[in-house]
């Protein structure tokens, strides 16, 4: 025993504690946990006493609920009224901001004198009046809550109840309890999937944040589920279709599922901004395990090739089920899935392309290309890259953290960067914000600016090591923007959307305001050379041998002798080479004012065995002037044409009749294709379907008849890829109207 | 085998591949992987020939590298003029924009006009020129790069070579290489740990984002290793002393640590920004495995209870070390950690407290507090909480990304909150954005605005579940904040800093701003009520008996009756409840324009057995007018005082001589104290220590004494703590002056 009043001396070591460590909890930090999980949800009481003491049981004459009708079926008012007639589901599916209805029968007339009852819509786990998880709604108008209620009809003792939710409530799956108040207590319904409704997002009222006010855009931009994404280069477009599929059946549980998956806090849920910004971290795998698990390596047998894929449903309804991020993505794949999930909760917006697309350079306005002193590429100390075309996405919304104009249009991405302040997620950046070089707002506004403005500076390099900027290219990058037309097949140049005109005024001005939030560009600006390369476009299907007609053009009044580095390359679509197959040196004279074309004969058996992915030749051209020393450049990328599947459809249907669809293809190479998968679907017209084929050897052929029955009438596609390691992205498409 | 020019049937199953997935690598995506350790480092070769054929060995009077001194001790000029001598480190440590010197020797003496060298500092893997990884510096001034370099002065054969990094270079650990042009190629010194070097933010230069134009306040928030730290309650603040120990042994090193950690890439290394922001993330251990693991549970067994740190130096050296999390930290000590961090690589810094801060409710601008229908508070239903304080962190600098006007002070805050984008960090926030309700601007600017901008809503709730606003609290969060005074020991109010006064045109501006930009508000103002409550500002030491003199003034000119609920918690710091332990409900009958008073005594045998960590009690004061009906209400933190820790020092010391410092305690208790740790440093004084006692009976006494050498001459203190589960926080300090 110790002794009161001694002095004590130290232990010779604390205790060592024994066990696994306790789990932390928010004792002393929060009074309650976050609710982010939109499928827990928590009981209500099915009676709430007021506490006093009293007698037990009802007075006999109390209003006692005997039914309620969601109105949710196919026939009911809601569905066409708010927009939700495609979905695939049997649940009310509605919008915010606007009015919807549901029927209540009580065993009695209703008294508005004397009864009081409340329609309640709770979601998540903790609901809470204040958060705007709890939201009660009084058919009268003295008590009025943040939605609006009111009687629509009364028809004996069946009350028709009109409720339109605020415009800007949280989106997602609701329950509603009928609560009726009597003299001991409150009575409510017992909980009841049928009971169950979703709220979304509602470009058609002007009180909600993505109000997009334009009938066309809004079809296209939220209805359409029929996608075209542009690939290709900028003078050689190519198309892929995309079934988005956003009213395929477990899509919209899916997508909420994924908020679910990110622990989003489902206060946040109501705000565009916040849930845009969420899903671009959560559409890829990175960080998060999110849906997409990006690959650019070329070896795609644990999964799907990114080349296969023909629409999104599959990869939500894997991911919603497997729990699993689902293998694999290129930038396409992500942008194609977020506009579904966006379509689907009622945010407009499209996939657009941005042909050569400055990348991995860290965001800042600059992509270097390094030369060694006699003007041949230095492959080893080039490290930027540019990409072919980078995809992403545009979502419509107001932006009330930004001073006001920069609402509208917002690019968000998916892919996941090396740079989008350290984490795989981009956007919501104002794209008017873009145009003007307002890069300090967010989110990552100057992270897409680049991504459209970078120059590219080639620089020499001595021996020595000293590197000096020799020639600047201001207009490569960011050629050109497309997205598909509203309402047509078409494609849409928005170029003008995120830049002024190269050259302008305004694009100097926007370029130095960019700069002058930090964005760094190259300052030099060293004298163009008098000698110009001109290589012009090209259009090649894979297997061709083609020329190359390379021109030097001199300008000067004296004649110029050009050393040339000829250099073909295999390239990713990232930009990044995979192998040089070519390679010539010439010394090339030009007369005064003359020009000469140097022709190179580019062989299919040189690059044939090299090829990856996406089929992409790039062809730089550099040289050096002999008398002024002078660097000269150009670069092209050609991407190859494939054969063609060809898909054949009749040209009519009708709803609910069984057709077919053929798939026919030929191996048109004098090799085998190995590993072959075939990919079919059609929106509102047939599920995702695919078939494999171990080997098509060569000259063989395959077909390939589906039958299927439209699910709905208008005009739409059956598109179909062929994909294997050694041939990639080969497509076909055929057009069905299919009538009611 | 198959016959080309047949038609190919479906295989029944693709085959499964057997093995786990491949490793995805970024082939097809970047070139190189990217940068992100300071601690590993490519290898540089000797000799990098020109490539030429040519003879190999050199000619007999070629420049040859007999001897580098990087002039790194403390008689070398360049440790004090970079304000670097107090750095515990043998490496020489520089600061960039700033020109340092290094001496070379050659074997023969050198001549500019065929003599060519350069210094090469190269930082990471893959050096790159364009990504300002790899640095050559020519002694000549016709050859300039981003680095100067001149020949200072020349002396037999031996060079001294003044280098000054450029103002926005990368900061981290360099390796300087010297590099002779020889005429078949290159030869380099070999790497040698000798010639590393670290080089430092510099808010010492004007061309430096980190520029402080402010001697005084460069002195305290670069130089300093002494901290005092706010907390306790706006009317009576407690000071907690802090050795941030950013000049330790290993402290730099641990630091550079955490952003290879991070894995953040060395090219963001040298923007205050983006390093600031990232080590926001990296000082919690969410997400990210960072430095700190919160905890607010009361429950520390398993590591140090965040009460007991005295310093950041063993938090720091034990992450180095151990490469794990260390166990534990609440507010201040992330704060206080972040702020070793970033004075350590030299960028000014603070930390500040914000009485009343309004945390965890999302960033919207209010904190509900539900009352029912007779006036007293519904616990349930209340969810938000006021932190009685909360420390975070200023740093300066520029700030290039936002508008003019903005950079400065920024906070930054590295407690794990809910909503901070989403992810675990906080800011760089303008200080002057959130002054001027410009929470548009990155990053994070509208929840530190909501930290001490927030109202407090009281809501009465009907037993049918409808809420109506009855009073808002306007001026109670973000009540006052405070940092300590440069070059001085005393506090000073910045509160001024954050927001304009109370209730003037400017202020009101502001909120308006600030919603504009999407902060919700609460836009009811319900009458004041004409009964006022007043509860005077109390010091009460832990033990004591007190009494609460609750005053009622009726404004009106008509009696009053009020039905007063009086509460008294125990509560965290972080305002959430941990048992209620007074409760009265006394009705109190106020004369026309009289004030009648309500003496509640608080017994200390009620609230101790209670007590949880900071030992803080919440009184809150809510009622209802009977005649009116208004609500009355008040809300007051008391801090109980706890008992002193006694630490003796002579006054006056000298550097290397051996003296002592003694810690005396008494337990004042009727209880034992068990698991107590005692711990003592002192900046520039002694490394920390610690002693532990299994107990302490009540009444007993502990005396520690502990010899130490002081390192350096000037005013410091030696300060202890003493904490176990049934009382934390007990502090004690002695100043002492160490002259040279």
Known sequence: MSDPGATVVPSSAPPVPSGPPPKLTSRG????????????????????????????????????IFEVDMMRGQEDINRKQHRTDLFNSVD????????????VTFNRAYNPAQDKFALEFIIGTSPHYSKGTYIPVYPNKERRTAWEGRIANTSGNTLTIGVTPAADCIVGKYHMYVAVVTPFGIRRTRRDNSRDLY???????????????????????VMNEFGIIYHGAFDD??????????????????????????????????????????ASAMLNSRDDEGVLVGNWSGDYIYGVAPTSWTGSTDILISYAKSKMPVCYAQCWVYAAVFNSFLRCLGIPSRVVTNYYSAHDNDGNLKTDIILNESGRIDRNRTKDSIWNYHCWNECFMSRPDLPPGFGGWQVVDATPQETSDGLYRCGPASVMAIKHGQTCYPFDAAFVFAEVNSDVVFYSRSREGTMEPVK?????????????????????????????????TEERTVLEKAESYGCHRE?????????????????VTIGDDFDLNLEFVNNSDEQRIVDAYISGSVVYYTGVTAAEFLFRNPMVTIGPKKSVKELVVVESKNYLKRLVEQANLNFIITGKVQETGQIVSTMKVVPLRNPKLTVTVAEFGRVSEEMTATVEFTNPFN???????????????????????????????????EYFAPLRAGK?????????????QVHGQATITVEP
Chains 1, 2 share one sequence.
């Not at 163009?528 to 012009?536: E, I, N, Q, R």
């Not at 599920?687 to 052929?701: M, Q, R």
Request: one cysteine or more.
């Open 29 to 64: 930090r929060s009074t309650d946990p976050v609710a982010s999980s939109n499928s827990d949800s928590s009981d209500v009481p099915e009676f709430e006493p007021f506490g006093m003491p009293g007698p037990r049981g009802f007075p006999p004459d109390f209003l006692d």
């Open 92 to 103: 009310l599916i509605v919008r915010r901001g606007q009015e919807f209805q549901v029927k």
């Open 199 to 221: 709220i979304l997002f509602n470009p058609w009222v002007k009180e909600d944040a993505v109000f997009l006010d334009n009938e066309e855009e809004r079809e296209e931009c």
């Open 237 to 278: 477009i190519a198309e892929r279709n995309w079934n988005f599929g956003q009213f395929n059946y477990g899509i919209l549980d899916a997508c909420l599922y994924i908020m679910d998956r990110a622990e989003m806090p489902i206060t946040n849920r109501g705000d565009p901004i916040k849930v845009t910004r969420k």
């Open 472 to 504: 600047v290219n201001r207009s490569h990058v960011g050629r050109m923007v497309l997205t598909k037309t509203p309402g047509d097949t078409t494609r849409r140049d928005i170029t003008e959307h995120y830049k002024y005109p190269e050259g302008s």
């Open 523 to 539: 300052k030099s600006d060293p004298p163009p050379a008098d000698v110009d390369l001109v290589l012009p476009a090209l259009e």
């Open 671 to 705: 090799f085998n294709l190995e590993g072959v998968y075939v990919r079919m679907e059609g929106p509102g017209l047939m599920l995702p379907k695919f078939k494999y084929y171990s080997l098509i050897p060569a000259g063989s052929s395959l077909i390939w008849v």
């Open 716 to 728: 739409s596609r059956v598109f179909a890829t062929l994909d294997c390691p050694a041939l990639r």
